[in-house]
């Protein structure tokens, strides 16, 4: 069974930082692409983040020069470092990975952790 746990969320003052984790664990080859996406209240889910196997990056123009995505794919996990936090970014946080197991390859979501920035 493929799980996909993340860690990280919090609330933080405007200005703020805060790193995101997420660890996918089960019997799989390595993650393919990895990504992070948001939804707050009342929007529709967006892309925050993705980053591929070979560590290919793409970012959200709102996220560009204050969010980091990095993976460890010995860990098989994906990171998200948010620094320059703004009120906007309140959402709730969602861990994306395309997934490769001895059956299927498909995507699979982490259960959504919660980023509120408030003064």
């Known amino acids: 069974q493929v799980q996909l746990v993340e860690s990280g969320g919090g609330l933080v003052q405007p200005g703020g930082s805060l790193k995101l984790s997420c660890a996918v664990s089960g019997n799989i080859f390595s993650p393919l692409a990895m990504g992070w996406y948001r939804q707050a209240p009342g929007n529709e889910r967006e892309l925050v983040a993705t980053i591929s196997e070979g560590g290919s990056i793409n970012y959200d123009d709102s996220v560009k020069g204050r969010f980091t995505i990095s993976r460890d794919n010995a860990k098989n996990t994906v990171y998200l470092q948010m620094n320059s936090l703004k009120p906007e970014d309140t959402a709730t946080y969602y861990c994306?990975?395309?997934?490769?197991?001895?059956?299927?390859?498909?995507?699979?979501w982490g259960q959504g952790t919660q980023v509120t920035v408030s003064s």
């Open positions: 994306n990975a395309l997934i490769m197991t001895t059956t299927i390859t498909t995507y699979y």
